[in-house]
């Protein structure tokens, strides 16, 4: 069977986001965060002031570098937490007037401005990339983080309890944060091709809940099988669910509507059976084609050799055997 093993590694390379690109994705949060603190501090001195905890890819080091668009620029969707902490429930004010007050404090903080969006408030970046602003209230009585939704009421959510969770995965399975890398990949580019793909979040999850690895050590082996033991289970009756393994344990799948989820699932069902065909495949670059047409031209096959891998062991075998009988 074809072997793309390395070709994973050449492509994960390019999909892992640089160490310089993170630094200066940190430098950009810290002059947002100090922005926030000195407009809460000169604006409501009186009040709790903010704190905040970095969530999402970069917390969880699954940040991808994006696929350029025709300017030449790739977008980063970074999350950002602030939190407003307290004993005493009576101290939280109303979702509105967080979201206010924050977007008061970041509006003019770019070029590109700020947006206030339901879930969060967003910063723009002239680069392409952006900071996505969760508000949370944490109520220390009763040890719950509160997200300030703006579509809906106060309801329990832990993003710190989310990244331990992440961590703990990626210590107890084999290679889990590239894994995660893959399929993040692959539904960036799906994206980039129009089609509604879950999230970041939604697909670390699921890697998770039907991860597999191998003992040839390979990853492309390991993504077929992911693949396989997702789509084989989610496409049967009652079984499209992603449950969040921390508080509130929600189902993401649940808002979903039947065309999203039909759209997801016939994506998932044709990259499950290209990675299948690509395994079974005797011939590294016919497969490794199979792999690009669902990751894009990142995913080189520029090194994979265009033979029938079958042909060159029985070649190298005869070479063997015709030079021991003159040894």
Known sequence: MANNHEQFKAFHDSIKATATRRNT????????RDKIKKYFKENHSDYIQPTFFWQGSYAMHTLLNPIKDEDGLGAYDLDDGIYFESDDINDRKSIEWYHNEVYEAVKDHTDNGAEDLKPCVRVQYADGHHIDLAIYFLYTEEDKTMLAHKAEPWHESNPDEMIAWFSDECKS??????????????????????VKMPSGCIMSMLTSEYYQWNDENRYDIAMRDILKNMYDDLSKDGHFHCWRPVAPGEDLFDNYTKSRKDTFLKELKSFKEDAEKAIESKNPHDACIRWQAHFGDRFSCSTAKDEDEDASKKEFSGKMRYNSQYA
């Not at 084999?174 to 994206?191: D, G, I, N, Q, S």
């Open 173 to 194: 399975k084999t290679k889990f944060r590239e894994l995660v890398r893959f399929m993040k990949a692959w539904c960036e580019y799906k994206r980039s091709e129009g």
């Open 25 to 32: 994705l940190k430098k950009n949060r810290d002059a947002l």
